[in-house]
C-alpha cells in the first residue's frame, strides 16, 4: 500500500511540474505592503489569573507577588512587507524571502476579578516583527505563506489585581524575543492569516532595578487583510 502511494505521487509531480511548464504562468509570487484586523484570543494561562513568582532584582529588592487577571478576547492590526530574495523557482511555485511586520499593536481586555467589579482593564502591545517565510502558489493567484517571525514588544497593563498600593505596581515592560507562527492564505489582494504567537512578558516598568513580575501571554489570531 505504501509502495503503491509514493508510486502515485512520483508519477504525478512530474506530470504537475510539466503542465504549469507548457502552461506558461508567470510569478505571483510578489513582494508588496499588507495590512491585517481581527481578533485576538488568549490562549493557556494568559487567559488564567496569573499570580507571579518573586524573581530578584539586582539590588536584591523584594518582589511583591501580584495577581494578573485573564485576558479576554482582544483585537490586533498588522502593518508589514513582504520582501522577497531572488525570483520564484520550481516553476514559479516557491519563493522564500523575508516577513517583515513594522508595526504590530494588540489589545486584551481582562475578565472581572473575584468580587466581578473590575473589568475595564487592558493588556496593551505595540512591536515590530521579522522573519523569514516561504511562499507556495500551487494554481493560478492561490498562494500560502509560511512564516516564523522574532517579535520585539513593549506592554503596558492598565491595572493589575491585587491589594498594594499603586506605587508599587508594574505597569510596564518589554520583550525583545516573543516569537510568531504564522499562515497566510492569499487569493489576489485578500489574505487570511493565522497566528500563534508565544512568550513571556516580563512587567519591571523597564527598569532593570525593580524586581520583575513575568507572565505568560500567549495568543492566537485569526486576521482578515489586504496584500497590495
Known amino acids: 500500500m505504501k509502495k503503491s502511494v509514493l508510486f502515485t505521487i512520483l ?55 501580584l495577581s494578573y487577571l485573564p485576558a479576554r478576547t482582544g483585537a490586533a492590526m498588522d502593518l508589514g512587507f513582504l520582501i522577497y530574495f531572488g525570483p ?35 493588556y496593551y502591545f505595540v512591536g515590530q516583527k521579522f522573519g523569514p517565510v516561504i511562499s507556495v502558489n500551487p494554481v493560478e493567484h492561490l498562494i500560502f505563506d509560511v512564516s516564523y517571525k522574532i517579535n520585539a514588544n513593549i506592554s503596558y497593563h492598565f491595572d493589575q489585581w491585587n491589594y498594594l498600593s499603586d506605587s508599587q505596581y508594574n505597569k510596564y515592560g ?3 524575543t516573543y516569537q510568531e507562527l504564522n499562515l497566510n492564505i492569499r487569493y489576489r489582494v485578500i489574505l487570511v492569516s493565522f497566528q500563534y504567537n508565544f512568550g513571556k512578558l516580563p512587567y519591571n516598568n523597564i527598569d532593570t532595578t525593580r524586581p520583575k513580575q513575568v507572565i505568560e501571554t500567549n495568543t492566537f489570531r485569526i486576521l482578515i487583510g489586504l496584500k497590495f
Not at 91 to 120: E, K, M
Open 174 to 176: 518589554y520583550n525583545l
Open 11 to 65: 508519477l504525478i509531480l512530474p506530470m504537475f511540474f510539466a503542465f504549469r511548464s507548457m502552461a506558461g504562468l508567470e510569478n505571483h509570487i510578489k513582494g508588496g505592503f499588507y495590512i491585517k484586523l481581527g481578533p485576538v484570543f488568549p490562549v493557556g494561562k494568559f487567559a488564567m489569573v496569573q499570580k507571579n513568582l518573586l524573581i530578584w532584582g539586582p539590588k536584591n529588592l523584594p518582589a511583591p507577588t
Open 88 to 122: 520564484s523557482f520550481v516553476h514559479h511555485i516557491l519563493r522564500a524571502g523575508i516577513d517583515a511586520t513594522f508595526i504590530s499593536i494588540w489589545i486584551n481586555p481582562t475578565r472581572p476579578d473575584s468580587s466581578g467589579t473590575r473589568t475595564n482593564y487592558y
